[in-house]
């Protein structure tokens, strides 16, 4: 189990670096990310008719959610690997390959055949890209946010690494502004022939630059030192097994509230309007606004975490997030634009932002240096994969079987948000500035301070002193 590591040096990563490593990682998690949620889009609008045309359109609907949820139940696989490539060989090289993985998977969707001219093969490929896609992306997200965390100064830690959460949401708005944009200038028949291939083909430019950007960045100076310890001869997730067990599960617990709400928000709801009969693209303009008002939130919370602590923004956002899950559909049901704009925001600049800002600081202090890459794929991957993977899925299969009542959705909802609630109850808070200035898991700051068998939480260390608690 983790402790209250001691107070290293620190030797502060310079001005010009620690802003290149942060543009780095955004802009790979957005390239990352945009690569991921387009498909999510495409899937509400156009797949159910393009590979599955000859099924009921909800059970085309369904099936096209399916092929979405493939994708995230090859995370969990992505994320051990990359983990221990990231623990082992270094987090710039992991994250490089994870950005080529899934840029290519989504630069290929643009390129498949569709139903009309191969038939149900053009699922399977489908679903084979997803799967690539997934295994990219569940190295991506933790390790972006790692890289950033190692090389902020502790008392702004929390403030640094929320940049890197910019990168979901930012890359959320660019392929929903593009289908809003596709879906108002084309036809229905020429979005379905070719509009909908458009920013999937867009993702090549995107992926090139995030390339570039992420090349240009030095390794971890905290791998780097941390490579040359003992420790860092272990095998990171035998080392977790063993010291690290209740991190990582409530850890993933926690993960549950924000994995479940943004596909929540941003897809489902705008499934639900349709079947509603509200006008989708409203809805859509709704989600833009909403996603531009979480841009600015998560670095002002990210902030916040700082000065209050990591769990208290977290467990706050969840319960907001619980008391929204109601209203949500009642929003929708309304047709009101200025309605659904507001519980949008309430719901994603508050809600997910409140619980997705603190990820990128908490889930790296969690774990010691030489599993930490491992430790935060682990939670996030495995976390997303169970509250967000079969999300729509099941959303939609309820709002079928309920006959188009939300209340079975919405029982689903809060359940997984009422998981993490309970989890955060019980986890650690780990902001240095909380803590006295100690770091609750041990965080090696240069290569002067390595790892050693008299630094609290290494292999064999004492206890912590008298007085300091353990995780």
């Given at each position: 189990m983790s402790g209250l590591d001691r107070v290293s040096p620190v030797v502060a990563t310079p001005r010009k670096e620690l802003r290149r490593i942060v543009g780095a990682s955004v802009i790979g998690t957005v390239a990352e990310y945009y690569d991921f949620f387009i498909y999510g889009t495409a899937s509400a609008l156009a797949f159910n008719k393009v590979f599955f045309p000859e099924v009921d359109p909800a059970v085309g609907t369904l099936a096209a959610f399916s092929t979405y949820a493939v994708g995230f139940f090859a995370r969990p696989l992505g994320g051990l690997v990359w983990g221990v490539v990231g623990d082992r060989i270094g987090r710039k090289r992991a994250l490089v390959f994870t950005l080529l993985l899934t840029g290519l998977g989504t630069f290929a969707v643009g390129l498949l055949p569709t139903y009309d001219e191969i038939g149900i093969w053009a699922a399977v490929i489908l679903v084979l890209v997803r799967l690539v896609q997934g295994f990219g992306v569940g190295g991506e997200q933790g390790g972006a946010a790692l890289l950033t965390a190692e090389a902020a100064p502790p008392g702004r830690r929390g403030f640094y690494a929320s940049f890197v959460q910019l990168g979901s949401p930012a890359a959320y708005l660019i392929p929903t502004g593009l289908f809003a944009l596709l879906t108002s200038q084309l036809s229905d028949d020429a979005f379905l022939a070719w509009g909908w291939r458009i920013p999937f083909l867009l993702s090549a430019l995107v992926v090139i630059f995030g390339l570039v950007i992420r090349l240009?960045?030095?390794?971890?100076?905290?791998?780097?030192?941390?490579?040359?310890?003992?420790?860092?001869?272990?095998?990171?997730?035998?080392?977790?097994?063993?010291?690290?067990?209740?991190?990582?599960?409530?850890?993933?617990?926690?993960?549950?509230?924000?994995?479940?709400v943004f596909p929540f928000y941003t897809v489902f709801l705008v499934t639900y309007a349709k079947d509603q009969g509200v006008d989708t693209g409203m809805v859509l303009n709704a989600v833009l606004i909403a996603v531009g008002a979480e841009l600015v939130a998560i670095p002002l919370l990210g902030r916040l975490t700082d000065r209050v602590g990591r769990r208290p923004v977290y467990l706050a956002a969840a319960v907001l997030n619980l008391i929204l899950v109601v209203p949500a559909f009642r929003a929708i049901q309304t047709g009101n634009m200025a309605v659904i704009v507001l519980l949008l925001i309430a719901g994603l600049a508050l809600g997910h932002a409140g619980s997705y800002a603190p990820q990128a600081s908490y889930f790296p202090e969690l774990f010691p240096s030489t599993a930490r890459y491992s430790g935060i794929s682990i939670v996030w991957q495995f976390g997303s994969m169970i509250a967000s993977g079969p999300f729509t899925v099941v959303a939609a299969a309820l709002l079928l079987a309920g006959d188009g009542s939300y209340g079975w959705v919405a029982l689903y909802v809060a359940a997984l948000i009422a998981v993490s609630i309970v989890a955060l109850c019980f986890m650690p808070e780990t902001a240095p500035g909380r803590l006295g200035g100690r770091e609750y898991a041990h965080w090696p700051h240069d290569s002067a301070a390595p790892y050693s068998e008299d630094t609290p939480d290494a292999p064999g260390a004492p206890d912590a002193p008298v007085g300091v608690a353990r995780g």
């Open positions: 240009r960045v030095s390794e971890s100076a905290t791998f780097q030192a941390a490579r040359k310890t003992q420790a860092a001869r272990t095998s990171p997730l035998k080392l977790l097994m063993r010291d690290n067990r209740r991190e990582i599960v409530g850890g993933l617990f926690t993960k549950f509230v924000e994995a479940a």
